[in-house]
């Protein structure tokens, strides 16, 4: 290991020099099979042909040009993107690099809207405890997690964090008078895999069309098909029995399965509410993440593709549910959290020994976040290492 980067992660004692499918492959090439995808950004796996050949493609033909004027190769992505999000009542589009800046955009979409609808002090951002929006200064005071806060205040005003699936809190919550927007993973990614219970987003739908409190949904981690539907919050019903839709979706890790990119899209309510001069990004709407993401979109938004990944899903989690010192395992799609009777990390370690990448949540929660390309041999080979580890242990 080296000392040149700053002190930011714990890293385990690996570097890698090249990846094919679900493998990655150290410098000394040692393989190994990969079960976290990068935290849900390879969506494909890794050297995937079409994706390298769209990359290599638009990088002959332009690396980037600024956002004054619009290529080809983005309004393509932007098109397909708004269609892939249609289901969950998305009409409009911004592009821009990260997860993180995704959901500043959203913020400032939210508060926009209610400051010209509603005038002064109808800014909060409701958000849930155990959620987690990023590492700037906003998406921190967002995040309802402690222990990121620490040491980094004071953070932008106006977030109101409440614990997740109780009813009344939300109620309480969310005053028309105070709220903008509820914002929230649908199903908590950094936490250990944390889902929303049906009642709970159908309750937070009906307050927040009752109220004209925007519905903001973080799809970072569980949205680009990972649970088995473009969205995940789309397998929610809101109480005519008919798919949530949503005022504001973010997107980012997946969306171009490795170059970085991430959206804010809109809903019909929101959708005018910027203006030239409101918002910007300067790698926002790179041709080579657009080219990329394209072939992210048509392969991954078709009804085989998602039913793949269910019953993908389904066999990691069956057979996971059959491991031995295995306390719970939980999810929906290929988004599996797995709770142990040890700590994760250094079970992080001695997978990574046995040649398998796992992600953890901490404690005592491990995460599964495979490519959708894992094949069912791969499955198996990575649940006999678990097994292994477990009995072990
Ligand atoms: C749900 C969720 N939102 C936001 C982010 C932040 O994304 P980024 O690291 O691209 O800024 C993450 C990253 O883990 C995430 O999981």
Redesign the pocket.
Known sequence: MNNMFMNTYNRLPVTFAKGEGAYLYDVNGKKYLDFGSG??VNLLGHNYPPLVKAVQEQAQKFFHVCNYYQTDVTLAFAEKLIEACAPGGMKKVFLG???????EGACKIARKYSLKKYGEGRHTIVTLKG??????IT?LAA?GQDKFHKDFGPFTEGFLHIPGGDINELDKALDPKKVAGLFM?AI???SGIVPQSQEYLEAAAKLCAERDILLMF?????GMGRTGTFLAFEQYKDAGGNPIKADIV?L??GLCGGI?A?AVLAGEKVSEVLVPGDHGSTFGANPIAAAAGLVILDTVNKPDFFNNIKLKGEKLITEIKALPKVKEARGKGLMIGIDIERESWPFLQTALEKGLLLLSSGGNTLRLLPSYIITDKEIEQGIGIIKDLLNAG
């Open positions: 935290i849900a690099n990260s997860g993180a800046e995704a959901n959620s987690f929006h990023g590492r700037t998406t995040t993973e908590q990614g950094e973080d799809e970072i981690q569980c973010t980012a890790k970085p991430g």
